[in-house]
């Protein structure tokens, strides 16, 4: 058989060992208090897979400490004979010592094959559960030599290996065995794409010998993979050796195999779900599989930001796009329970994903991918869930982003004729059948206003009117579509409105159609609820789990189930809790039991969790409830305990069934004297989650809690801006869910908890980006905002910046409450550049009515600072006119606009007693600034500059009789160009100012007189 290759990682294997038997004692870490099996930190709690793998590795040690080879292989087979937990000991110790020991590796594999009495399934089910749950966090060498041990294991015929190697393939290594061929030339035929790299060339090489061999070689068994085999092969055909490949499999198909009669016979066999599926980790699908079944629709903005961050950031993962497309397509198939609800449909995600292709192959291919079960679409074979995404990202996509529609009908259209000229009667019957089975299924009422929509434009509704003619007729009555079906395009034309945020990671917008949306782009989540009926409790029904627990736990489970009242059923819990605690505990029970308590305690999640009137005994009553003795035991326990992490666990399987758990626990923490001081625990839960990232538990806990109990997450959020100051100050997402329900009782009192020092909700490093991006939230909500940020003692100057953000039809809201801040403040420097930053326009009075109420109250100051900025933005070129404070990105002070705001000022001032254009700081600028600009500046701003010759006018007089010749001098030495120090110093102290205001008068003689400049010359 060919040698199948593996990433360099994995290439390096344990050596042989030594002539003599070495004591199986693992070498001290290397000054790391970790263990040597998984990566961890000081912050992370002991891992209980790990401490119970070195348990099993220090009795393996006590057993052969000292031994020779003979004496030790007998010391174990003799512990194993003793029972079952001595053999799972030793045999998990001797599997450790194989991750963590390379040198001894092959000596403890030959003692693991030895002694093993049950066909190596413990060392199987535990290599599963590394992989699936600790793989990302193995050391190098364990994940090495985890590499090592399954390649042992399918050399040695191990029955089961090939369902480990499944899911090591999901790693990207590769293994053959069985089936796997399909899997590994599946896998290897995708991996080539993304190995083009130099470095990378030697192992693409081997990539693709492997594939070359395996597909001439053992081609039916590759053609399990179906028609995504075709779309694989048509990525990599360029590559010589698979030219040749690709020339037999459409001209020569029985070089391949006699079974095999051509393309067509590949191209109509579906993709089983398994093969899409492997190209994606473990994380991946269970991020996508919770953004496909618990986020809602409107709300995927963060999720979508994490998910990019975490896979999609690199140029070398726009090839996964198309992976992400198959998968959503072909295997994330929702519920119709899920299809009716308002969780985040497949089609949004899709839309997203091509959004985000940077690349116009990598958009083709991700194209391709969407409609690839199109082509060859039987009804009797495909399924409607397979080609529904693609039908309705183009027509929700319609409204909010019409291109995005064009180009996929364009593609729908083209790759008719150009997929495989030969095949172009089967594509076009395929696409046909799509769109029939369409149609028949109800996904969408009509066609035609798809394909005969004004928004696209004419050469393409032409093509479509051609290609498709039977879809573009005119749409029957409305009369005809079905009750449920008017319901739904019902939501299509509210709800679905969603759709115009959902590409562009924003929130949410709800228009009617005919209404045109308002142009700030405001968002807020809009969405149907059911009205709150009278619940009639049935009850609940765990029938299908009671045979998956041991007799012991299925009697404690029923006893709860009948148990009446609170107490009883609180006596009843702490049983189970101490069966959970017991070590022969079978983890494997955890999912089951999870199941029958999220079911049996569905009462328990329903109504309100905080009490009408808040008090020490109603606190404490409302903690008293079955589920909260998990909480409480937790409570009482060290963390390095091995129940701690059993429990966690525990919750994180319920947490899974029941998602209101999570803020269940920090209202647990908050109110239980209890659980006073155990904040920190609600960190160490979201670890042991499914999601393993505590900020993103935390903010999905919280917006539960919002959508649930109002009043409970008012109560919640001092503590949880006081516990959790990384996670909530970071960004505005708590605050924006905080904003979006509270009424203004509820903000007049948590404006106290801030005034009493019980609450932060900013701090100065990152106040300024919150109120950034509180601009786009409702009215209220920015409001809120505000009066929450004034609640604080932050300087103003802080955040003074955002002007430059705020545009003065957009962003009423913030303009409105810094104006009255404003007002309150004496005029820094700062405060005056960044109001005169602001663009001139008529309809916009912020600038001239800030700096008239500055001129009325401060009007010495204002006028320095206005004098320095007028003096500054002259003397500077306007390539380099940049500011140095922390805007000075988006700062675009000229001196343009200053002298506009000016001339405002001045007509508002016009009518009143005000004397600020008389101070001589101002009037020194403008003799300043007019010497020096040019003659549409002086035309544009006259009024203004008449102001600074008045005042030379009164200001030269006197002199002219008594110092005539002094006069004369200054002007011959300044007429070309007053040199700048002297200015500049005239702006750093009033006694200068007035010295050097004398010899500018004759300056405006100078430049009025022809005859005076020749004198001078």
Same mark, same amino acid.
């Given at each position: 058989?060919?040698?199948?290759?593996?990433?360099?990682?994995?290439?390096?294997?344990?050596?042989?060992?030594?002539?003599?038997?070495?004591?199986?004692?693992?070498?001290?870490?290397?000054?790391?208090?970790?263990?040597?099996?998984?990566?961890?930190?000081?912050?992370?709690?002991?891992?209980?897979?790990?401490?119970?793998?070195?348990? @099993?590795?220090?009795?393996?040690?006590?057993?052969?400490?000292?031994?020779?080879?003979?004496?030790?292989?007998?010391?174990?087979?003799?512990?194993? @004979?003793?029972?079952?937990?001595?053999?799972?000991?030793?045999?998990?110790?001797? &599997?450790?010592?194989?991750?963590?020991?390379?040198?001894?590796?092959?000596?403890?594999?030959?003692?693991?094959?030895?002694?093993?009495?049950?066909?190596?399934?413990?060392?199987?089910?535990?290599?599963?559960?590394?992989?699936?749950?600790?793989?990302?966090?193995?050391?190098?060498?364990?994940?090495?030599?985890?590499?090592?041990? !399954?390649?042992?294991?399918?050399? +040695?015929?191990?029955?089961?290996?090939?369902?480990?190697?499944?899911?090591?393939?999901?790693?990207?290594?590769?293994?053959?065995?069985?089936?796997?061929?399909?899997?590994?030339?599946?896998?290897?035929?995708?991996?080539? !794409?993304?190995?083009?790299?130099?470095?990378?060339?030697?192992? %693409?090489?081997?990539?693709?010998?492997?594939?070359?061999?395996?597909?001439?070689?053992?081609?039916?068994?590759?053609?399990?993979?179906?028609?995504?085999?075709?779309?694989?092969?048509?990525?990599?055909?360029?590559?010589?050796?698979?030219?040749?490949?690709?020339?037999?499999l459409l001209h020569n198909p029985q070089a391949l195999s006699p079974q095999f009669t051509g393309l067509l016979q590949l191209l109509t066999a579906r993709t089983s779900r398994k093969f899409l599926a492997c190209r994606l980790t473990p994380d991946m699908e269970t991020k996508l599989l919770f953004m496909t079944s618990r986020v809602r629709f409107g709300q995927q903005k963060r999720y979508q930001d994490w998910f990019q961050r975490q896979y999609l950031?690199?140029?070398?993962?726009?090839?996964?796009?198309?992976?992400?497309?198959?998968?959503?397509?072909?295997?994330?198939?929702?519920?119709?329970?899920?299809? =009716?609800?308002?969780?985040?449909?497949?089609? *949004?995600?899709?839309?997203?994903?091509?959004?985000?292709?940077?690349?116009?192959?990598?958009?083709?291919?991700?194209?391709?991918?969407?409609?690839?079960?199109?082509? &060859?679409?039987?009804?009797?074979?495909?399924?409607?869930?397979?080609?529904?995404?693609?039908?309705?990202?183009?027509?929700?996509?319609?409204?909010?982003?019409?291109?995005?529609?064009?180009?996929?009908?364009?593609?729908?259209?083209?790759?008719?004729?150009?997929?495989?000229?030969?095949?172009?009667?089967?594509?076009?019957?395929?696409?046909?059948? =799509?769109?029939?089975?369409?149609?028949?299924?109800?996904?969408?009422?009509?066609?035609?206003?798809?394909?005969?929509?004004?928004?696209?434009?004419?050469?393409?509704?032409?093509?479509?009117?051609?290609?498709?003619?039977?879809?573009?007729? +005119?749409?029957?009555?409305?009369?005809?579509?079905?009750?449920?079906?008017?319901?739904?395009?019902?939501?299509?034309?509210?709800?679905?409105?969603?759709?115009?945020?959902?590409?562009?990671?924003?929130?949410?917008?709800?228009?009617?159609?005919?209404?045109?949306?308002?142009?700030?782009?405001?968002?807020?989540?809009?969405?149907?609820?059911?009205?709150?009926?009278?619940?009639?409790?049935?009850?609940?029904?765990?029938?299908?789990?009671?045979?998956?627990?041991?007799?012991?736990?299925?009697?404690?489970?029923?006893?709860?189930?009948?148990?009446?009242?609170?107490?009883?059923?609180?006596?009843?819990?702490?049983?189970?809790?101490?069966?959970?605690?017991?070590?022969?505990?079978?983890?494997?029970?955890?999912?089951?039991?999870? +199941?029958?308590?999220?079911?049996?305690?569905?009462?328990?999640?329903?109504?309100?969790?905080?009490?009408?009137?808040?008090?020490?005994?109603?606190?404490?009553? +409302?903690?008293?409830?079955?589920? @909260?003795?998990?909480?409480?035991?937790?409570?009482?326990?060290?963390?390095?305990?091995?129940?701690?992490?059993?429990?966690?666990?525990?919750?994180?399987?319920?947490?899974?069934?029941?998602?209101?758990?999570?803020?269940?626990?920090?209202?647990?923490?908050?109110?239980?004297?209890?659980?006073?001081?155990?904040?920190?625990?609600?960190?160490?839960?979201?670890? *042991?989650?499914?999601?393993?990232?505590?900020?993103?538990?935390?903010?999905?806990?919280?917006?539960?809690?919002?959508?649930?109990?109002?009043?409970?997450?008012?109560?919640?959020?001092?503590?949880?801006?006081?516990?959790?100051?990384?996670?909530?100050?970071?960004?505005?997402?708590?605050?924006?869910?905080?904003?979006?329900?509270?009424?203004?009782?509820?903000?007049?009192?948590l404006m106290c908890h801030v005034m009493m020092g019980n609450l932060v909700m900013f701090r100065k490093d990152s106040v300024l980006n919150i109120l950034i991006q509180s601009l786009d939230w409702e009215t209220f909500e920015q409001y809120s905002t505000w009066q929450l940020f004034l609640a604080h003692s932050i300087p103003l100057e802080t955040i003074i910046p955002i002007l430059q953000h705020l545009k003065y039809k957009e962003h009423p809201e913030a303009l409105s409450c810094l104006l009255l801040q404003l007002r309150r403040e004496k005029p820094s420097e700062e405060m005056v550049k960044m109001v005169l930053s602001r663009p001139c326009h008529p309809e916009d009075q912020f600038t001239t009515s800030i700096l008239r109420h500055w001129a009325s109250k401060h009007d010495d100051t204002l006028g320095?600072?206005?004098?320095?900025?007028?003096?500054?933005?002259?003397?500077?070129? %306007?390539?380099?006119?940049?500011?140095?404070?922390?805007?000075?990105?988006?700062?675009?002070?000229?001196?343009?606009?200053?002298?506009?705001?000016?001339?405002?000022?001045?007509?508002?001032?016009?009518?009143?007693?005000?004397?600020? &254009?008389?101070?001589?700081?101002?009037?020194?600028?403008?003799?300043?600034?007019?010497?020096?600009?040019?003659?549409?500046?002086?035309?544009?701003?006259?009024?203004?500059?008449?102001?600074?010759?008045?005042?030379?006018?009164?200001?030269?007089?006197?002199?002219?009789?008594?110092?005539?010749?002094?006069?004369?001098?200054?002007?011959?030495?300044?007429?070309?160009?007053?040199?700048?120090?002297?200015?500049?110093?005239?702006?750093?102290?009033?006694?200068?100012?007035?010295?050097?205001?004398?010899?500018?008068?004759?300056?405006?003689?100078?430049?009025?007189?022809?005859?005076?400049?020749?004198?001078?010359?």
């Amino acid at each position: 058989a060919p040698v199948i290759p593996t990433v360099p990682a994995a290439q390096s294997s344990a050596g042989p060992g030594e002539a003599r038997r070495e004591e199986m004692e693992p070498s001290p870490a290397k000054a790391k208090p970790q263990g040597r099996l998984l990566v961890s930190t000081p912050l992370d709690a002991k891992d209980e897979l790990e401490e119970r793998l070195e348990r @099993c590795v220090g009795i393996v040690q006590s057993l052969t400490n000292g031994l020779s080879e003979r004496e030790a292989n007998d010391a174990l087979t003799a512990n194993v @004979c003793k029972g079952q937990q001595q053999h799972e000991e030793v045999c998990l110790g001797l &599997f450790t010592l194989v991750l963590t020991e390379p040198s001894q590796a092959q000596r403890c594999y030959r003692d693991l094959t030895l002694v093993n009495r049950d066909g190596m399934n413990v060392v199987l089910v535990k290599i599963n559960q590394i992989l699936m749950e600790k793989f990302l966090k193995l050391q190098d060498v364990p994940r090495t030599q985890l590499v090592w041990l !399954v390649r042992e294991l399918v050399k +040695s015929g191990v029955i089961g290996a090939d369902g480990v190697v499944m899911t090591l393939m999901k790693q990207i290594w590769v293994l053959k065995s069985g089936m796997l061929i399909a899997m590994s030339v599946y896998t290897y035929l995708r991996l080539i !794409v993304d190995h083009g790299t130099p470095n990378l060339l030697s192992l %693409r090489q081997k990539e693709v010998d492997f594939c070359i061999s395996m597909l001439r070689e053992k081609f039916m068994e590759c053609f399990i993979i179906g028609r995504d085999l075709v779309r694989l092969l048509q990525i990599v055909a360029r590559i010589p050796e698979m030219e040749l490949l690709w020339r037999d499999l459409l001209h020569n198909p029985q070089a391949l195999s006699p079974q095999f009669t051509g393309l067509l016979q590949l191209l109509t066999a579906r993709t089983s779900r398994k093969f899409l599926a492997c190209r994606l980790t473990p994380d991946m699908e269970t991020k996508l599989l919770f953004m496909t079944s618990r986020v809602r629709f409107g709300q995927q903005k963060r999720y979508q930001d994490w998910f990019q961050r975490q896979y999609l950031s690199t140029a070398e993962s726009q090839s996964l796009r198309c992976d992400l497309i198959r998968y959503i397509c072909g295997v994330v198939h929702p519920s119709n329970e899920v299809l =009716s609800s308002d969780i985040l449909p497949r089609w *949004a995600i899709i839309g997203w994903l091509l959004t985000t292709c940077t690349s116009n192959v990598a958009a083709s291919n991700a194209k391709l991918a969407l409609f690839y079960d199109w082509l &060859f679409f039987s009804p009797e074979k495909d399924s409607i869930m397979n080609i529904e995404p693609a039908i309705l990202v183009m027509h929700h996509s319609m409204k909010p982003h019409p291109a995005i529609t064009a180009t996929l009908l364009d593609f729908m259209c083209r790759i008719i004729p150009h997929f495989f000229p030969p095949l172009e009667s089967q594509v076009r019957q395929g696409v046909f059948n =799509s769109l029939n089975f369409i149609m028949e299924k109800r996904v969408l009422a009509h066609l035609a206003p798809l394909f005969d929509n004004p928004k696209l434009d004419r050469e393409l509704r032409s093509m479509l009117r051609e290609r498709f003619p039977e879809f573009c007729s +005119s749409p029957s009555p409305p009369t005809e579509v079905k009750m449920e079906e008017s319901v739904a395009l019902e939501m299509d034309n509210h709800v679905l409105d969603k759709e115009e945020g959902c590409y562009d990671n924003t929130e949410a917008a709800f228009s009617d159609d005919e209404e045109e949306v308002n142009n700030k782009g405001k968002k807020r989540e809009f969405r149907f609820h059911p009205i709150k009926e009278a619940v009639l409790e049935e009850p609940a029904d765990i029938t299908p789990y009671l045979d998956q627990l041991d007799d012991t736990m299925k009697e404690k489970v029923l006893q709860l189930q009948k148990a009446s009242d609170t107490e009883t059923q609180c006596e009843v819990m702490q049983e189970i809790v101490d069966l959970i605690l017991e070590e022969d505990f079978d983890s494997e029970q955890m999912s089951t039991l999870a +199941s029958c308590l999220a079911e049996l305690f569905k009462s328990h999640f329903r109504g309100d969790v905080l009490p009408d009137e808040i008090t020490e005994e109603s606190l404490e009553e +409302s903690v008293c409830k079955p589920v @909260c003795l998990v909480f409480r035991n937790l409570c009482t326990m060290q963390e390095d305990n091995s129940g701690f992490s059993v429990l966690l666990d525990m919750l994180a399987e319920l947490y899974q069934k029941q998602p209101k758990i999570g803020y269940h626990l920090l209202y647990y923490l908050k109110a239980s004297k209890a659980a006073m001081g155990k904040m920190s625990l609600y960190e160490s839960f979201a670890q *042991a989650t499914a999601l393993g990232d505590l900020h993103t538990c935390l903010m999905m806990d919280m917006k539960a809690c919002q959508e649930d109990d109002v009043r409970l997450l008012c109560y919640l959020t001092p503590s949880i801006y006081s516990e959790f100051p990384d996670e909530t100050l970071r960004s505005g997402e708590l605050l924006n869910m905080i904003v979006a329900v509270i009424d203004s009782t509820q903000l007049q009192e948590l404006m106290c908890h801030v005034m009493m020092g019980n609450l932060v909700m900013f701090r100065k490093d990152s106040v300024l980006n919150i109120l950034i991006q509180s601009l786009d939230w409702e009215t209220f909500e920015q409001y809120s905002t505000w009066q929450l940020f004034l609640a604080h003692s932050i300087p103003l100057e802080t955040i003074i910046p955002i002007l430059q953000h705020l545009k003065y039809k957009e962003h009423p809201e913030a303009l409105s409450c810094l104006l009255l801040q404003l007002r309150r403040e004496k005029p820094s420097e700062e405060m005056v550049k960044m109001v005169l930053s602001r663009p001139c326009h008529p309809e916009d009075q912020f600038t001239t009515s800030i700096l008239r109420h500055w001129a009325s109250k401060h009007d010495d100051t204002l006028g320095e600072h206005i004098k320095a900025q007028l003096i500054k933005n002259n003397n500077q070129p %306007r390539k380099r006119q940049s500011l140095r404070s922390s805007s000075s990105k988006l700062a675009q002070l000229t001196l343009e606009q200053i002298l506009e705001h000016m001339d405002n000022l001045r007509l508002s001032l016009s009518n009143t007693k005000n004397n600020f &254009f008389s101070q001589t700081p101002i009037l020194q600028a403008l003799q300043h600034v007019q010497a020096s600009c040019d003659e549409a500046h002086k035309m544009r701003f006259s009024d203004l500059f008449s102001l600074a010759e008045e005042y030379e006018d009164s200001q030269s007089k006197p002199p002219k009789s008594r110092r005539k010749a002094p006069a004369s001098s200054p002007r011959s030495r300044k007429g070309a160009a007053p040199p700048a120090n002297n200015e500049e110093e005239s702006a750093s102290s009033s006694a200068s100012e007035e010295e050097d205001s004398k010899p500018k008068a004759p300056k405006r003689k100078r430049k009025g007189s022809s005859a005076v400049g020749s004198d001078s010359d």
